[in-house]
Protein backbone atom coordinates (compact mmCIF):
# COMPACT_ATOMS: atom_id res chain seq x y z
CA UNK A 1 0.00 0.00 0.00
CA UNK A 2 1.02 3.34 -1.09
CA UNK A 3 1.15 6.15 1.73
CA UNK A 4 -1.79 8.57 1.19
CA UNK A 5 -1.75 11.59 3.97
CA UNK A 6 -3.78 13.84 0.90
CA UNK A 7 -7.79 14.73 1.92
CA UNK A 8 -9.72 11.83 1.41
CA UNK A 9 -11.60 14.60 -0.97
CA UNK A 10 -9.04 15.18 -3.40
CA UNK A 11 -8.66 13.21 -6.50
CA UNK A 12 -4.79 12.09 -7.05
CA UNK A 13 -2.87 13.85 -9.70
CA UNK A 14 -3.12 11.13 -12.46
CA UNK A 15 -6.58 11.19 -12.09
CA UNK A 16 -6.90 14.61 -12.14
CA UNK A 17 -4.77 14.86 -15.25
CA UNK A 18 -7.09 12.14 -16.80
CA UNK A 19 -10.22 13.62 -16.27
CA UNK A 20 -8.91 17.24 -17.00
CA UNK A 21 -7.81 15.79 -20.50
CA UNK A 22 -11.08 13.94 -21.12
CA UNK A 23 -13.21 17.08 -20.77
CA UNK A 24 -10.92 19.70 -22.57
CA UNK A 25 -10.38 17.16 -25.75
CA UNK A 26 -14.16 16.01 -25.97
CA UNK A 27 -14.66 20.32 -25.28
CA UNK A 28 -11.91 21.08 -28.06
CA UNK A 29 -12.69 18.38 -30.59
CA UNK A 30 -16.63 18.52 -30.07
CA UNK A 31 -17.23 22.19 -29.98
CA UNK A 32 -14.37 24.41 -30.22
CA UNK A 33 -13.31 22.51 -33.76
CA UNK A 34 -16.18 23.52 -35.52
CA UNK A 35 -16.30 26.85 -34.22
CA UNK A 36 -12.82 27.44 -35.69
CA UNK A 37 -13.66 25.98 -39.01
CA UNK A 38 -16.35 27.95 -39.30
CA UNK A 39 -13.98 30.84 -39.20
CA UNK A 40 -11.09 29.50 -41.26
CA UNK A 41 -13.70 28.41 -44.08
CA UNK A 42 -15.12 32.00 -44.08
CA UNK A 43 -11.69 33.60 -44.40
CA UNK A 44 -9.97 30.86 -46.19
CA UNK A 45 -10.31 33.26 -49.81
CA UNK A 46 -9.44 36.58 -48.40
CA UNK A 47 -11.03 39.36 -46.16
CA UNK A 48 -12.04 40.47 -49.86
CA UNK A 49 -14.10 37.46 -50.77
CA UNK A 50 -15.54 37.19 -47.19
CA UNK A 51 -16.69 41.22 -47.84
CA UNK A 52 -18.27 40.84 -50.73
CA UNK A 53 -20.07 37.59 -49.48
CA UNK A 54 -21.54 39.76 -46.95
CA UNK A 55 -22.68 42.80 -48.71
CA UNK A 56 -24.29 40.80 -51.67
CA UNK A 57 -28.14 41.70 -52.01
CA UNK A 58 -29.56 38.33 -50.94
CA UNK A 59 -27.79 38.33 -47.78
CA UNK A 60 -28.07 41.61 -46.82
CA UNK A 61 -32.32 41.33 -47.52
CA UNK A 62 -31.35 37.82 -45.29
CA UNK A 63 -30.04 40.10 -42.63
CA UNK A 64 -32.78 42.49 -42.81
CA UNK A 65 -35.39 39.94 -42.83
CA UNK A 66 -34.17 38.29 -39.55
CA UNK A 67 -33.49 41.07 -37.95
CA UNK A 68 -37.24 42.67 -38.56
CA UNK A 69 -38.56 38.53 -37.33
CA UNK A 70 -36.64 39.07 -34.24
CA UNK A 71 -37.01 42.87 -33.79
CA UNK A 72 -41.41 41.59 -33.74
CA UNK A 73 -41.05 38.49 -31.81
CA UNK A 74 -38.70 39.42 -29.04
CA UNK A 75 -40.51 42.25 -27.63
CA UNK A 76 -43.85 40.51 -27.92
CA UNK A 77 -42.35 37.04 -25.63
CA UNK A 78 -41.20 39.58 -23.51
CA UNK A 79 -44.00 41.28 -22.48
CA UNK A 80 -45.55 38.10 -22.53
CA UNK A 81 -42.24 37.09 -20.05
CA UNK A 82 -43.33 39.59 -18.13
CA UNK A 83 -47.36 39.23 -17.65
CA UNK A 84 -46.73 35.49 -17.59
CA UNK A 85 -44.37 36.22 -14.89
CA UNK A 86 -45.95 38.89 -12.82
CA UNK A 87 -49.59 36.80 -12.59
CA UNK A 88 -47.29 33.64 -11.64
CA UNK A 89 -45.34 35.43 -8.94
CA UNK A 90 -47.43 37.82 -7.38
CA UNK A 91 -51.13 36.20 -6.84
CA UNK A 92 -52.83 32.77 -5.96
CA UNK A 93 -54.35 30.69 -8.36
CA UNK A 94 -55.08 27.15 -9.02
CA UNK A 95 -53.68 24.90 -12.14
CA UNK A 96 -50.46 27.62 -11.47
CA UNK A 97 -47.62 24.67 -11.33
CA UNK A 98 -49.82 23.45 -15.15
CA UNK A 99 -50.11 26.81 -16.54
CA UNK A 100 -45.83 26.87 -15.84
CA UNK A 101 -45.56 23.77 -17.62
CA UNK A 102 -47.98 24.41 -20.82
CA UNK A 103 -45.34 27.83 -20.71
CA UNK A 104 -42.81 25.69 -21.06
CA UNK A 105 -43.92 23.25 -23.87
CA UNK A 106 -42.91 24.93 -27.19
CA UNK A 107 -39.19 23.95 -25.58
CA UNK A 108 -40.16 20.44 -25.74
CA UNK A 109 -41.55 20.46 -29.31
CA UNK A 110 -39.50 19.88 -32.26
CA UNK A 111 -38.75 22.93 -34.15
CA UNK A 112 -40.10 21.75 -37.35
CA UNK A 113 -43.28 20.56 -35.88
CA UNK A 114 -43.52 23.83 -34.60
CA UNK A 115 -43.14 25.17 -38.27
CA UNK A 116 -45.64 21.98 -39.27
CA UNK A 117 -48.43 23.23 -37.04
CA UNK A 118 -48.86 26.79 -38.52
CA UNK A 119 -48.91 25.17 -41.70
CA UNK A 120 -52.15 23.35 -40.68
CA UNK A 121 -53.71 26.48 -39.36
CA UNK A 122 -52.81 28.92 -42.11
CA UNK A 123 -51.80 26.70 -44.90
CA UNK A 124 -54.03 26.40 -48.23
CA UNK A 125 -55.12 22.87 -46.91
CA UNK A 126 -55.32 24.44 -43.29
CA UNK A 127 -58.14 25.74 -41.20
CA UNK A 128 -58.04 29.38 -42.01
CA UNK A 129 -55.78 28.98 -45.51
CA UNK A 130 -58.59 29.27 -48.62
CA UNK A 131 -60.58 32.38 -46.37
CA UNK A 132 -57.10 33.86 -46.32
CA UNK A 133 -55.96 32.84 -49.85
CA UNK A 134 -59.88 35.05 -51.15
CA UNK A 135 -58.99 37.99 -48.96
CA UNK A 136 -55.69 37.91 -50.33
CA UNK A 137 -54.21 38.09 -46.90
CA UNK A 138 -50.00 36.37 -46.63
CA UNK A 139 -49.34 34.22 -44.10
CA UNK A 140 -46.98 31.68 -44.88
CA UNK A 141 -44.43 31.97 -46.49
CA UNK A 142 -44.56 35.08 -45.67
CA UNK A 143 -43.07 37.85 -43.14
CA UNK A 144 -45.90 36.78 -40.40
CA UNK A 145 -45.38 33.25 -41.07
CA UNK A 146 -41.64 33.26 -40.53
CA UNK A 147 -42.77 35.65 -37.23
CA UNK A 148 -45.24 33.56 -35.61
CA UNK A 149 -42.56 30.14 -35.60
CA UNK A 150 -40.41 32.32 -34.61
CA UNK A 151 -42.41 33.59 -31.83
CA UNK A 152 -43.13 29.64 -30.73
CA UNK A 153 -39.71 28.70 -30.97
CA UNK A 154 -38.41 31.40 -28.53
CA UNK A 155 -41.98 31.64 -26.48
CA UNK A 156 -40.49 30.37 -23.29
CA UNK A 157 -37.09 32.30 -22.67
CA UNK A 158 -38.56 35.28 -21.01
CA UNK A 159 -40.75 33.80 -19.31
CA UNK A 160 -39.11 30.58 -17.54
CA UNK A 161 -35.87 33.38 -15.99
CA UNK A 162 -38.58 35.71 -14.93
CA UNK A 163 -41.01 33.35 -13.23
CA UNK A 164 -38.04 31.55 -10.40
CA UNK A 165 -36.90 35.25 -9.92
CA UNK A 166 -39.49 36.83 -9.27
CA UNK A 167 -41.17 33.93 -7.25
CA UNK A 168 -37.70 34.11 -5.01
CA UNK A 169 -38.32 37.76 -4.73
CA UNK A 170 -41.68 37.12 -2.96
CA UNK A 171 -44.39 40.11 -3.17
CA UNK A 172 -43.59 42.20 0.22
CA UNK A 173 -42.16 45.22 -1.75
CA UNK A 174 -44.48 45.35 -4.31
CA UNK A 175 -47.19 45.39 -1.34
CA UNK A 176 -45.71 47.90 0.88
CA UNK A 177 -45.75 50.08 -2.54
CA UNK A 178 -49.16 49.57 -2.87
CA UNK A 179 -50.29 50.15 0.56
CA UNK A 180 -48.20 53.53 0.36
CA UNK A 181 -50.74 54.49 -2.31
CA UNK A 182 -48.28 53.51 -5.83
CA UNK A 183 -50.59 53.05 -8.30
CA UNK A 184 -50.03 49.85 -10.44
CA UNK A 185 -47.81 51.05 -13.24
CA UNK A 186 -46.10 53.04 -10.39
CA UNK A 187 -45.44 49.59 -8.00
CA UNK A 188 -44.16 48.08 -11.62
CA UNK A 189 -41.66 50.48 -13.11
CA UNK A 190 -40.04 51.35 -9.86
CA UNK A 191 -40.25 48.76 -7.30
CA UNK A 192 -40.48 45.30 -9.63
CA UNK A 193 -38.52 46.78 -12.81
CA UNK A 194 -35.18 48.00 -10.87
CA UNK A 195 -35.42 43.69 -9.07
CA UNK A 196 -35.27 41.88 -12.14
CA UNK A 197 -33.80 44.10 -15.04
CA UNK A 198 -30.48 41.99 -15.32
CA UNK A 199 -32.58 38.48 -15.21
CA UNK A 200 -35.06 40.90 -17.98
CA UNK A 201 -32.11 41.16 -19.97
CA UNK A 202 -30.47 37.67 -19.72
CA UNK A 203 -33.66 36.32 -20.85
CA UNK A 204 -34.19 39.02 -23.76
CA UNK A 205 -30.43 37.99 -24.56
CA UNK A 206 -31.33 34.28 -25.09
CA UNK A 207 -34.62 35.09 -26.90
CA UNK A 208 -33.02 36.99 -29.36
CA UNK A 209 -30.43 34.64 -29.95
CA UNK A 210 -32.54 31.81 -30.72
CA UNK A 211 -34.65 34.04 -32.78
CA UNK A 212 -32.11 35.07 -35.04
CA UNK A 213 -30.63 31.81 -35.19
CA UNK A 214 -33.55 29.92 -35.74
CA UNK A 215 -33.57 27.22 -38.51
CA UNK A 216 -36.13 24.16 -38.74
CA UNK A 217 -39.09 25.85 -37.54
CA UNK A 218 -38.77 29.41 -40.31
CA UNK A 219 -37.71 26.76 -42.69
CA UNK A 220 -41.01 24.75 -42.76
CA UNK A 221 -43.09 28.47 -43.16
CA UNK A 222 -40.78 30.42 -44.77
CA UNK A 223 -40.76 28.78 -48.48
CA UNK A 224 -37.80 30.03 -49.42
CA UNK A 225 -37.52 32.70 -51.78
CA UNK A 226 -34.00 33.98 -52.13
CA UNK A 227 -33.95 37.80 -51.33
CA UNK A 228 -37.22 37.47 -49.89
CA UNK A 229 -38.35 34.86 -47.47
CA UNK A 230 -34.62 33.69 -46.18
CA UNK A 231 -33.59 34.44 -43.03
CA UNK A 232 -29.69 34.39 -42.55
CA UNK A 233 -29.96 30.52 -41.00
CA UNK A 234 -31.50 29.40 -44.41
CA UNK A 235 -29.29 31.58 -46.59
CA UNK A 236 -26.34 30.05 -45.21
CA UNK A 237 -28.05 26.65 -46.25
CA UNK A 238 -29.25 27.99 -49.85
CA UNK A 239 -25.51 29.19 -50.55
CA UNK A 240 -23.89 25.75 -48.47
CA UNK A 241 -26.60 23.08 -51.48
CA UNK A 242 -25.56 25.54 -53.96
CA UNK A 243 -22.14 24.95 -53.45
CA UNK A 244 -20.70 28.30 -52.43
CA UNK A 245 -18.88 27.13 -49.76
CA UNK A 246 -17.13 30.93 -49.26
CA UNK A 247 -20.64 32.43 -49.09
CA UNK A 248 -22.05 30.48 -47.03
CA UNK A 249 -18.88 30.24 -44.36
CA UNK A 250 -19.27 33.70 -44.78
CA UNK A 251 -22.63 33.85 -43.30
CA UNK A 252 -22.25 31.08 -41.39
CA UNK A 253 -19.21 33.33 -39.37
CA UNK A 254 -21.48 36.52 -38.83
CA UNK A 255 -24.11 34.06 -37.10
CA UNK A 256 -21.05 32.63 -34.82
CA UNK A 257 -19.90 35.81 -34.02
CA UNK A 258 -23.47 36.53 -32.48
CA UNK A 259 -23.15 33.56 -30.94
CA UNK A 260 -19.44 34.74 -29.57
CA UNK A 261 -21.12 37.96 -28.60
CA UNK A 262 -24.46 36.65 -26.64
CA UNK A 263 -21.80 34.19 -24.52
CA UNK A 264 -19.31 36.89 -23.71
CA UNK A 265 -22.71 38.88 -22.48
CA UNK A 266 -24.68 36.07 -20.47
CA UNK A 267 -21.13 35.05 -18.93
CA UNK A 268 -20.66 38.83 -17.79
CA UNK A 269 -23.97 39.02 -16.72
CA UNK A 270 -23.73 35.37 -15.08
CA UNK A 271 -20.64 36.81 -13.19
CA UNK A 272 -21.49 40.50 -12.47
CA UNK A 273 -25.06 40.08 -11.52
CA UNK A 274 -25.38 36.70 -9.91
CA UNK A 275 -27.45 38.26 -7.12
CA UNK A 276 -30.20 39.08 -9.77
CA UNK A 277 -30.34 36.59 -11.61
CA UNK A 278 -33.09 33.34 -11.21
CA UNK A 279 -31.35 30.54 -8.63
CA UNK A 280 -30.01 28.37 -11.47
CA UNK A 281 -27.55 30.72 -12.85
CA UNK A 282 -25.79 31.92 -10.13
CA UNK A 283 -22.38 30.74 -9.99
CA UNK B 1 -37.46 24.49 -14.37
CA UNK B 2 -36.45 22.57 -10.58
CA UNK B 3 -36.42 26.02 -8.71
CA UNK B 4 -40.04 26.62 -10.18
CA UNK B 5 -41.64 23.39 -9.35
CA UNK B 6 -39.91 23.54 -5.88
CA UNK B 7 -41.34 26.88 -4.83
CA UNK B 8 -44.79 26.58 -6.57
CA UNK B 9 -45.71 23.14 -4.49
CA UNK B 10 -44.77 24.50 -1.11
CA UNK B 11 -47.84 25.77 0.49
CA UNK B 12 -48.75 29.25 0.21
CA UNK B 13 -50.96 31.67 2.56
CA UNK B 14 -54.10 31.52 1.07
CA UNK B 15 -55.22 35.17 0.43
CA UNK B 16 -59.31 34.73 0.01
CA UNK B 17 -60.96 38.44 -0.87
CA UNK B 18 -58.92 40.87 -2.56
CA UNK B 19 -55.44 41.22 -3.82
CA UNK B 20 -53.77 43.97 -2.67
CA UNK B 21 -51.66 44.55 -5.68
CA UNK B 22 -53.48 44.94 -9.13
CA UNK B 23 -52.98 43.63 -12.35
CA UNK B 24 -53.76 40.29 -11.56
CA UNK B 25 -56.70 39.75 -14.38
CA UNK B 26 -54.98 41.99 -17.25
CA UNK B 27 -51.40 39.88 -17.19
CA UNK B 28 -53.51 36.33 -15.99
CA UNK B 29 -56.32 37.11 -19.37
CA UNK B 30 -53.17 38.20 -21.88
CA UNK B 31 -50.99 35.60 -20.73
CA UNK B 32 -53.85 32.54 -21.28
CA UNK B 33 -54.92 34.78 -24.69
CA UNK B 34 -50.97 35.09 -25.69
CA UNK B 35 -50.58 31.10 -24.99
CA UNK B 36 -53.98 29.93 -26.07
CA UNK B 37 -53.34 31.77 -30.06
CA UNK B 38 -50.24 30.96 -30.64
CA UNK B 39 -49.54 27.98 -28.76
CA UNK B 40 -52.35 25.70 -27.79
CA UNK B 41 -55.01 26.18 -30.42
CA UNK B 42 -51.66 25.61 -33.80
CA UNK B 43 -50.67 22.16 -31.49
CA UNK B 44 -54.82 21.33 -31.60
CA UNK B 45 -54.98 21.94 -35.55
CA UNK B 46 -52.09 19.65 -35.04
CA UNK B 47 -53.83 16.46 -33.23
CA UNK B 48 -56.95 17.19 -34.88
CA UNK B 49 -55.70 16.93 -38.38
CA UNK B 50 -54.87 12.87 -38.51
CA UNK B 51 -58.19 12.22 -37.61
CA UNK B 52 -59.31 12.64 -41.06
CA UNK B 53 -56.72 9.64 -42.02
CA UNK B 54 -59.35 7.61 -39.37
CA UNK B 55 -57.06 5.00 -36.88
CA UNK B 56 -56.31 2.18 -39.91
CA UNK B 57 -54.97 5.14 -42.41
CA UNK B 58 -53.12 6.90 -39.48
CA UNK B 59 -51.18 3.35 -38.55
CA UNK B 60 -50.64 2.76 -42.24
CA UNK B 61 -48.89 5.85 -42.57
CA UNK B 62 -46.88 5.13 -39.25
CA UNK B 63 -46.02 1.96 -40.39
CA UNK B 64 -44.38 2.32 -43.64
CA UNK B 65 -41.24 1.21 -43.14
CA UNK B 66 -39.49 4.54 -44.40
CA UNK B 67 -41.18 6.25 -41.69
CA UNK B 68 -40.40 3.48 -39.01
CA UNK B 69 -37.18 3.70 -39.99
CA UNK B 70 -36.66 7.40 -39.55
CA UNK B 71 -38.45 7.30 -35.93
CA UNK B 72 -36.12 4.60 -34.64
CA UNK B 73 -33.26 6.79 -35.93
CA UNK B 74 -34.44 10.04 -34.25
CA UNK B 75 -35.33 8.15 -31.09
CA UNK B 76 -32.56 5.28 -31.24
CA UNK B 77 -29.33 7.86 -31.98
CA UNK B 78 -31.22 10.49 -29.59
CA UNK B 79 -31.16 8.41 -26.56
CA UNK B 80 -27.20 6.93 -27.73
CA UNK B 81 -26.39 10.91 -27.96
CA UNK B 82 -27.97 11.15 -24.26
CA UNK B 83 -26.32 8.49 -22.61
CA UNK B 84 -22.89 9.66 -24.42
CA UNK B 85 -23.50 13.50 -23.20
CA UNK B 86 -24.30 12.06 -19.67
CA UNK B 87 -21.21 10.37 -19.52
CA UNK B 88 -18.98 12.84 -20.78
CA UNK B 89 -20.85 16.14 -19.24
CA UNK B 90 -20.71 14.03 -15.93
CA UNK B 91 -16.92 13.82 -16.47
CA UNK B 92 -16.64 17.71 -17.51
CA UNK B 93 -18.80 19.04 -14.86
CA UNK B 94 -16.59 17.08 -12.21
CA UNK B 95 -14.01 19.03 -13.39
CA UNK B 96 -15.43 22.23 -13.86
CA UNK B 97 -16.85 21.85 -9.85
CA UNK B 98 -13.68 20.31 -8.34
CA UNK B 99 -10.42 21.34 -10.01
CA UNK B 100 -9.05 24.52 -10.30
CA UNK B 101 -6.87 25.25 -13.37
CA UNK B 102 -6.35 28.20 -15.71
CA UNK B 103 -9.02 28.79 -18.57
CA UNK B 104 -11.44 27.37 -16.15
CA UNK B 105 -13.89 30.20 -16.67
CA UNK B 106 -13.68 30.38 -20.54
CA UNK B 107 -13.94 26.24 -20.50
CA UNK B 108 -17.36 26.83 -18.73
CA UNK B 109 -18.61 29.48 -20.86
CA UNK B 110 -17.74 27.62 -24.03
CA UNK B 111 -20.47 24.81 -22.49
CA UNK B 112 -22.88 26.87 -23.89
CA UNK B 113 -22.23 27.48 -27.21
CA UNK B 114 -24.74 24.99 -29.09
CA UNK B 115 -27.04 26.82 -26.84
CA UNK B 116 -25.98 30.25 -28.30
CA UNK B 117 -24.63 28.62 -32.46
CA UNK B 118 -27.66 28.73 -34.81
CA UNK B 119 -28.53 24.60 -35.64
CA UNK B 120 -27.64 25.82 -39.35
CA UNK B 121 -23.97 26.99 -38.39
CA UNK B 122 -23.08 23.66 -36.34
CA UNK B 123 -24.42 21.92 -38.99
CA UNK B 124 -22.64 22.88 -41.89
CA UNK B 125 -19.50 23.05 -39.62
CA UNK B 126 -19.96 19.82 -38.34
CA UNK B 127 -20.58 18.25 -42.12
CA UNK B 128 -17.48 20.12 -43.70
CA UNK B 129 -15.03 18.72 -40.23
CA UNK B 130 -16.37 15.03 -40.80
CA UNK B 131 -17.02 14.92 -44.80
CA UNK B 132 -13.78 12.92 -45.82
CA UNK B 133 -12.06 15.80 -47.26
CA UNK B 134 -12.08 17.54 -43.80
CA UNK B 135 -9.66 18.21 -40.52
CA UNK B 136 -11.48 14.85 -38.85
CA UNK B 137 -13.03 13.28 -41.70
CA UNK B 138 -9.64 12.74 -44.21
CA UNK B 139 -7.66 10.97 -40.67
CA UNK B 140 -10.61 8.43 -40.04
CA UNK B 141 -11.03 7.96 -43.63
CA UNK B 142 -8.01 6.15 -43.38
CA UNK B 143 -8.98 3.42 -41.24
CA UNK B 144 -11.83 3.04 -43.40
CA UNK B 145 -14.25 4.93 -40.75
CA UNK B 146 -17.20 7.27 -42.40
CA UNK B 147 -18.99 9.40 -40.16
CA UNK B 148 -20.24 12.34 -42.55
CA UNK B 149 -23.31 10.99 -45.03
CA UNK B 150 -23.95 7.82 -42.42
CA UNK B 151 -25.67 7.08 -38.92
CA UNK B 152 -22.50 8.16 -37.48
CA UNK B 153 -23.05 11.79 -38.55
CA UNK B 154 -26.52 12.15 -36.70
CA UNK B 155 -24.87 10.95 -33.95
CA UNK B 156 -22.16 13.27 -33.67
CA UNK B 157 -24.96 16.34 -34.38
CA UNK B 158 -26.66 14.94 -31.41
CA UNK B 159 -23.84 14.82 -28.87
CA UNK B 160 -23.09 18.56 -29.93
CA UNK B 161 -26.88 20.13 -29.69
CA UNK B 162 -27.28 18.22 -26.30
CA UNK B 163 -24.21 18.38 -24.01
CA UNK B 164 -24.91 21.90 -22.83
CA UNK B 165 -28.06 20.26 -21.47
CA UNK B 166 -26.20 17.65 -19.29
CA UNK B 167 -23.22 19.34 -18.05
CA UNK B 168 -25.67 22.34 -17.09
CA UNK B 169 -28.40 20.13 -15.05
CA UNK B 170 -25.18 18.03 -12.88
CA UNK B 171 -23.15 20.74 -12.34
CA UNK B 172 -24.99 22.57 -9.59
CA UNK B 173 -26.13 19.94 -8.21
CA UNK B 174 -22.67 18.31 -7.57
CA UNK B 175 -21.07 22.13 -6.68
CA UNK B 176 -24.00 22.03 -3.81
CA UNK B 177 -23.02 18.32 -2.22
CA UNK B 178 -20.60 19.40 -0.21
CA UNK B 179 -17.68 17.34 1.17
CA UNK B 180 -19.00 16.38 4.30
CA UNK B 181 -20.34 13.70 3.52
CA UNK B 182 -17.26 12.37 1.33
CA UNK B 183 -15.03 12.77 4.57
CA UNK B 184 -17.56 11.34 6.56
CA UNK B 185 -17.35 8.37 4.06
CA UNK B 186 -13.89 8.40 4.25
CA UNK B 187 -13.22 8.11 7.85
CA UNK B 188 -15.78 5.12 8.23
CA UNK B 189 -13.50 3.43 6.40
CA UNK B 190 -14.97 3.09 2.93
CA UNK B 191 -12.18 3.28 -0.17
CA UNK B 192 -12.75 6.51 -2.94
CA UNK B 193 -14.05 4.16 -5.38
CA UNK B 194 -17.05 3.43 -2.54
CA UNK B 195 -17.50 6.78 -1.92
CA UNK B 196 -17.98 7.26 -5.48
CA UNK B 197 -20.47 4.67 -6.21
CA UNK B 198 -22.23 4.22 -2.95
CA UNK B 199 -22.29 7.95 -1.72
CA UNK B 200 -21.83 10.36 -4.80
CA UNK B 201 -23.19 8.97 -7.49
CA UNK B 202 -26.41 8.36 -5.80
CA UNK B 203 -26.71 12.21 -4.74
CA UNK B 204 -26.24 13.55 -8.76
CA UNK B 205 -28.55 10.35 -10.26
CA UNK B 206 -31.68 12.38 -10.35
CA UNK B 207 -29.64 15.28 -11.76
CA UNK B 208 -27.72 12.81 -14.13
CA UNK B 209 -31.42 11.45 -15.26
CA UNK B 210 -32.63 14.79 -15.92
CA UNK B 211 -30.01 15.82 -18.30
CA UNK B 212 -30.27 12.78 -19.96
CA UNK B 213 -34.37 13.14 -20.18
CA UNK B 214 -33.44 16.86 -21.21
CA UNK B 215 -31.11 15.77 -24.14
CA UNK B 216 -32.60 13.19 -25.29
CA UNK B 217 -35.67 15.31 -25.81
CA UNK B 218 -33.39 17.58 -27.56
CA UNK B 219 -31.72 15.05 -30.00
CA UNK B 220 -34.77 13.52 -30.74
CA UNK B 221 -37.07 16.69 -32.51
CA UNK B 222 -33.27 18.19 -33.77
CA UNK B 223 -33.29 19.54 -37.54
CA UNK B 224 -31.03 22.01 -38.46
CA UNK B 225 -28.17 20.71 -36.98
CA UNK B 226 -28.42 17.31 -38.29
CA UNK B 227 -29.90 17.68 -42.28
CA UNK B 228 -26.70 18.31 -43.16
CA UNK B 229 -24.13 15.92 -42.19
CA UNK B 230 -26.22 13.06 -42.04
CA UNK B 231 -26.84 12.72 -46.04
CA UNK B 232 -30.56 11.81 -45.61
CA UNK B 233 -30.69 8.77 -47.11
CA UNK B 234 -34.32 7.10 -46.83
CA UNK B 235 -34.80 4.56 -44.28
CA UNK B 236 -30.76 4.79 -43.64
CA UNK B 237 -29.73 8.27 -42.24
CA UNK B 238 -32.89 10.24 -42.97
CA UNK B 239 -34.61 11.37 -39.37
CA UNK B 240 -38.38 11.79 -38.57
CA UNK B 241 -38.25 15.76 -38.74
CA UNK B 242 -36.87 15.57 -42.34
CA UNK B 243 -39.55 13.36 -43.04
CA UNK B 244 -42.28 15.50 -42.16
CA UNK B 245 -41.06 18.20 -44.45
CA UNK B 246 -40.73 15.66 -47.36
CA UNK B 247 -44.26 14.81 -46.90
CA UNK B 248 -45.44 18.81 -46.25
CA UNK B 249 -43.54 19.28 -49.96
CA UNK B 250 -45.41 16.22 -51.44
CA UNK B 251 -48.97 18.00 -49.93
CA UNK B 252 -49.26 15.08 -47.72
CA UNK B 253 -50.53 17.70 -44.78
CA UNK B 254 -52.48 14.79 -42.73
CA UNK B 255 -49.27 12.59 -43.45
CA UNK B 256 -46.87 14.83 -41.95
CA UNK B 257 -49.12 15.88 -39.25
CA UNK B 258 -49.50 11.68 -38.05
CA UNK B 259 -45.61 12.22 -37.75
CA UNK B 260 -45.91 15.03 -35.97
CA UNK B 261 -48.64 13.57 -33.18
CA UNK B 262 -45.99 10.68 -32.86
CA UNK B 263 -43.01 13.09 -32.58
CA UNK B 264 -45.34 15.40 -30.12
CA UNK B 265 -46.74 12.42 -28.20
CA UNK B 266 -42.81 11.35 -27.34
CA UNK B 267 -42.27 15.07 -25.96
CA UNK B 268 -45.38 15.12 -23.82
CA UNK B 269 -44.32 11.79 -22.32
CA UNK B 270 -40.47 13.11 -21.85
CA UNK B 271 -42.02 16.05 -19.90
CA UNK B 272 -44.32 14.04 -17.78
CA UNK B 273 -40.92 12.14 -16.78
CA UNK B 274 -39.43 15.11 -16.46
CA UNK B 275 -41.59 16.01 -13.93
CA UNK B 276 -41.71 13.12 -11.59
CA UNK B 277 -38.17 13.11 -11.87
CA UNK B 278 -38.34 16.18 -10.38
CA UNK B 279 -40.59 15.91 -7.69
CA UNK B 280 -38.46 12.98 -6.98
CA UNK B 281 -35.53 14.39 -6.70
CA UNK B 282 -36.99 17.27 -4.41
CA UNK B 283 -38.23 14.90 -2.01
CA UNK B 284 -34.55 13.64 -1.67
CA UNK B 285 -33.43 16.69 -0.71
Request: charged share 15%; net charge positive.
Amino acid sequence: MTKRFSKPTEDPLWLKLLLGAVAISFIGVLLLLPLALVFTEALAKGLVTFWYAMIEPDSLAAVRLSLIAAGIAVPLNTVFGVAAAWCIAKFDFTGKTFLVTLIDLPFSVSPVVAGLIYVLVFGMQGWFGPWLADHDIHILFALPGIVLATIFVTFPFVARELIPLMVDQGRDEEEAAATLGATGLQTFLRVTLPNIKWGLLYGVLLCNARALGEFGAVSVVSGHIRGVTNTMPLHVQLLYDNYDYAGAFAVAALLAMLALVTLALKTLLEWRYADELAASHRH
Amino acid sequence: MSAIGLKLSMPQKKRKSRHVLPGFRLSLGFTLFYLASLVLVPLLALVIRPMELGPFGFWSVISTPRVLASLRLSFGVALAAAVVDSVFGLIIAWVLVRYRFPGKGLLDAVIDLPFALPTAVAGIALSALYAPNGWIGSLLIGYGIRIAYTPWGVLVAMVFISLPFTVRTVQPVMSELGLEVEEASATLGATRLQTIARVVMPMLAPAVLTGMAMAFARAAGEYGSIIFIAGNIPAVSEIAPLLIITKLEQYDYAGAAAIGVVMLAASFVMLLALNGLQSWAAKRR
